[in-house]
């Protein structure tokens, strides 16, 4: 089973940076992290879960929600299979859980919850003002 583990969360102030990981472990045998899309989401208390980014293997196509153009970057490192995600200029309104997600053979919207099966446990952004 696709394990993810997030780091990299914590506490800022409005404009402040952070820089989210997220390890993929547990392959099977013909898995690997290079053959999953991969994806960070974000839920804030009482707000669904919405889709920041994504990026497909090769690196290519990447998406972003339009809140975060030009401030986020998603990145990834396959021979770690390791996905980043760059947070800069943040909002109090950036404040949520952030999690990572794999398709796992999942197939739909880039930003769709429902098209990644692997998810990790979160980890708290917190910005205030």
């Known amino acids: 089973r696709v394990h993810l583990a997030e780091s990299g969360g914590g506490s800022v102030q409005a404009g402040g940076s952070l820089r989210l990981s997220c390890e993929g472990s547990g392959y099977s045998d013909g898995d690997s992290y290079g053959t999953h899309v991969m994806a960070w989401f974000r839920q804030a208390p009482g707000k669904e879960r919405e889709g920041v980014a994504n990026?497909?293997?090769?690196?290519?196509?990447?998406f972003y929600a339009d809140s975060v153009k030009g401030r986020f970057a998603i990145s990834q490192d396959t021979a770690k299979s390791t996905v980043y995600l760059q947070l800069n200029f943040l909002k109090p309104e950036d404040t949520a859980m952030y999690y990572c997600?794999?398709?796992?053979?999942?197939?739909?919207?880039?930003?769709?919850?429902?098209?990644?099966?692997?998810w990790g446990r979160g980890t708290q952004v917190t910005v205030s003002s």
């Open positions: 997600a794999a398709n796992c053979q999942g197939e739909g919207r880039w930003d769709a919850p429902s098209t990644y099966k692997c």
């Open positions: 990026i497909s293997p090769g690196g290519s196509p990447i």
